[in-house]
Nanobody, 125 residues
Framework: QVQLVESGGGSVQSGGSLRLSCVAS????????MAWFRQAPGKEREGVSS???????ISSEFAEGRFTVSRDIVKNTLYLQMNSLKPEDTAMYYC???????????????????WGQGTQVTVSS
């Protein structure tokens, strides 16, 4: 049984930082692709960053230079370090997983099967 549990969200001021964590059970990071998504009220869910089973990272343009995805294979934990946060980063952030396919990676929500419950990030100006 796959379970993804996010934590680390909260309220910060513009320019601040947060580190999100996603503890995964029932998956191995060596064979599963992992990703962070976010969804703001009234908007579609969008990809933030992903790290596939081989360790290849892709990020959306808005995340480049500010957000860093990483993983701890021993702890089976996915992280998202977010720096220089802006009010437009306010959203529910989700961790997601899918079985890895060698040589592929994705930030499309429809590509991912397993989802966490989300953690709220609120950035005030």
């Amino acid at each position: 049984q796959v379970q993804l549990v996010e934590s680390g969200g909260g309220s910060v001021q513009s320019g601040g930082s947060l580190r999100l964590s996603c503890v995964a059970s029932g998956v191995s990071f060596r064979t599963y692709d992992m990703a962070w998504f976010r969804q703001a009220p009234g908007k579609e869910r969008e990809g933030v960053s992903s790290i596939n089973s081989a360790g290849t990272i892709i990020s959306s343009e808005f995340a480049e230079g500010r957000f860093t995805v990483s993983r701890d294979i021993v702890k089976n934990t996915l992280y998202l370090q977010m720096n220089s946060l802006k009010p437009e980063d306010t959203a529910m952030y989700y961790c997601a997983a899918r079985s890895g396919v060698i040589g592929t990676w994705s930030l499309r929500p429809s590509s991912y099967i397993y989802w966490g419950q989300g953690t709220q990030v609120t950035v005030s100006s």
